[in-house]
């Protein structure tokens, strides 16, 4: 099959594009490629570009391909795991004395790496919380960051910040707009249509999807940004694995359906949550009275899978609530076909506690996956009920 790819929606390019099949033998499914070198005609005289791993592998290409369409970006690079990216994207950018300023519900790793990685290499970090536009708009005036690092929706309360506004703030500041997507992924939310000079995955959670397989990548349709952090990903070497690329691939063709399979069920979920007495509160972007409710329906096309609760009995029925559960079950990470739940304060946040970026103890985040509705709401319901 040849076609202009660009041309297609979002469901057929996130099945073919980079996905032609194999000229040698009509393969449809690409072959996985392992060699870590390739012969030459000749010295430096190359077949297909490949030359050793590290710099170039098909599978790899073949992913960064499909990235880089399905983000309507020009580039994409991969890396081993959603820090690695990170990692190879800020130290692209940053200078000593740089500074960056993040969201104050930025994902918590990403938190640590600037601050303690980074940190002592001389870069500043400012946290801030970015649904105060005036507030964004005066700290990039003075304080100058080279980089301006978004995720929306945040985790675990779901928080909703308006990438276009927020670009533009940046963008006048002269700061560089960094979206972590990893949460809406491509199919709910295109940030570098709204504005984004760069978007940043764990490719570990939605868009592998089935949690068996560790990634990352960044996507830009900024030439220049785009050869620095290929640099580094051939210099710094934490590129992503031929299998490991593949079984990405292999993930991301099906990221339409299960997309919005994931929005149905976290929206039938987040409904069955309000009102209940055990429950306090409910984060989720879907319910009308969710604070960023009317700016994720603009700037999102669906709600996602994630949402958070807070239990009124504090964190003895939080934690009971999440070791209840059995359906889902009790795990860190997001994103996979399968519901997990996760107690942030000493789970996935046990790293920001005594940061700014701390999360109470009575919040429980779930993932919810793409069983069956109604044996997700029976499951929720009887860990309710076992706390009455
Ligand atoms: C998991 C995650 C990361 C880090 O990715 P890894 O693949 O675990 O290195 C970054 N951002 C968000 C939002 C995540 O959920």
């Known amino acids: 099959m040849t076609h202009d790819e660009n041309l297609h929606g979002f469901a057929t390019r996130a099945i073919h594009a980079g996905q032609e099949f194999d000229p ?11 060699s870590t070198t390739y012969a030459q005609d000749g010295i430096g005289n190359l077949r297909g570009g490949y030359e050793y791993a590290r710099g170039g592998n098909p599978t790899r290409d073949a992913l960064q391909t499909q990235l880089a369409s399905l983000e309507g970006g020009r580039f994409a690079l991969s890396f081993a795991s959603g820090l690695a990216a990170e990692d190879a994207l800020l130290r692209a950018v940053l200078r000593p004395g740089d500074r960056v300023l993040m969201g104050n519900d930025v994902y918590g790793g990403t938190h640590r790496l600037v601050r303690r990685i980074f940190g002592p290499w001389g870069i500043e970090l400012t946290t801030l919380e ?20 978004l995720e929306t929706p945040s985790n675990p309360l779901m928080k909703i910040t308006d990438i276009t506004a927020l670009a533009e ?14 949460f809406a992924t491509p199919y709910l939310q295109q940030p570098l249509v709204l504005g984004a000079d760069v978007v940043v995955h764990s490719t570990t959670k939605y868009l592998g999807g089935h ?32 299998m490991d690329a593949w079984l990405t691939t292999r993930g991301i063709k099906t990221l339409a359906v299960r997309m919005r399979q994931h929005s149905a069920n976290a929206q039938a979920i987040a409904e069955s949550l309000v009102g209940h007495a055990a429950v306090a509160r409910v984060y989720y972007p879907g319910l009308v009275d969710h604070p960023g409710h009317d700016l994720a329906a603009r700037q999102m096309r669906g709600f996602g899978g994630m949402l958070s609760l807070e239990l009124a009995g504090g964190a003895s029925a939080a934690r009971r609530f999440a070791e209840s559960l059995r359906v889902f079950s009790l795990a860190e990470s997001l994103g996979g076909v399968e519901s ?19 999360v109470s103890d009575a919040i429980v985040r779930l993932s919810v996956g793409i069983e ?3 044996d997700l709401l029976a499951d929720v319901r009887q860990a309710l009920t076992a706390l009455a």
Do not use: K
């Not at 040698?24 to 392992?34: M, N, Q």
């Open 24 to 34: 040698t033998t009509g393969a449809v499914i690409p072959p996985v490629h392992f």
């Open 340 to 358: 997990l739940v996760n107690y942030p304060s000493e789970m996935t946040h046990a790293s920001v506690r005594g940061t700014e970026l701390e």
């Open 372 to 374: 069956e509705v109604d």
């Open 130 to 149: 970015l649904g105060d536009l005036e507030a964004a708009r005066e700290a990039l005036e003075t304080l100058q960051p080279r980089v301006l690092w």
């Open 169 to 182: 703030l940046a963008h006048a500041a002269g700061a560089i707009v960094v979206v972590d997507n990893t």
């Open 211 to 242: 949690s068996d397989v560790l990634g990352g990548a960044i996507v830009t349709n900024d030439d220049e940004l785009a050869d620095q952090v290929r640099f580094h990903q051939f210099a710094a070497g934490a590129v992503s694995g031929p």
